[in-house]
């Protein structure tokens, strides 16, 4: 994994990634929330690519604005770049584009877990 390693991917926005359905508001547009889960979607298919068997990342803080709206049934291109590893952590500049607009930005950040690990902590919670 290195810094400015980027991916993107592309999301339809259906029905239920709208604000009136997510009670998110009463629009009926991409949600913030969901906007924020396509982000995490990318950066977690970027770094998972690069771990080994057992491991894999959770998110830990995100810090977006949603700039502009993108209708239901429209098509969302969403860009993460990786700015930043400091050990267990990674740093992610995201985009999110409806056609040539920018709809999103922002900051995203994850951390390296052992998979097993992280599940034995749960279930003892």
């Known amino acids: ?11 339809k926005v259906l029905p239920e990634h709208s604000a009136s359905s997510i009670s998110s508001g009463a629009v009926y547009v991409l949600s913030t929330p969901c906007m ?18 057992g491991l894999t990342t959770v998110g830990y803080h995100v810090d977006i604005k949603h700039l502009a709206p993108a209708p239901v049934g429209g098509e969302v291109r969403v860009k993460s770049t990786l700015i930043e590893i400091n050990k267990r952590r990674l740093k992610f500049k995201v985009e999110a584009y409806y056609k040539d607009v920018k709809i999103g930005e922002g900051i995203h950040e994850r951390v390296i877990v052992n998979e097993k690990e992280f599940m034995d902590r749960v279930s003892k919670t």
């Open 1 to 11: 994994m290195q810094v400015g390693e980027t991916l993107e991917k592309v999301f």
């Open 36 to 53: 924020i889960g396509f982000m995490e979607d990318v950066s977690f298919t970027l770094s998972q690519k690069h771990l080994e068997q």
